[in-house]
């Protein structure tokens, strides 16, 4: 299975939930249900909009991880 990064990306580069939110003028409720409900899956728009606020390929946001 895929999983999203978003999390482990934004804290290792320091970025918080209200900045990520506000950077990439994504509704703060949305970040929190990437971050906190593994089922949720965000519109390809509104992950292209992480990817550039976190300034990384949208291909980084995804890892395959077996175990999910």
Do not use: C, H, W
Request: hydrophobic share 40%; glycine share 6%; proline share 6%.
């Amino acid at each position: 299975m895929v999983r999203l990064r978003v999390k482990e990306i934004a804290k290792g580069k320091g970025i918080s939930m209200g900045k990520l939110s506000r950077s990439a003028d994504i509704t703060y409720r949305t970040i929190q249900r990437i971050y906190n409900e593994p089922d949720y899956v965000p519109t390809i728009p509104t992950l292209e909009k992480i990817a550039k606020a976190l300034g990384v390929n949208i291909s980084e946001l995804f890892i395959d991880d077996p175990s999910v």
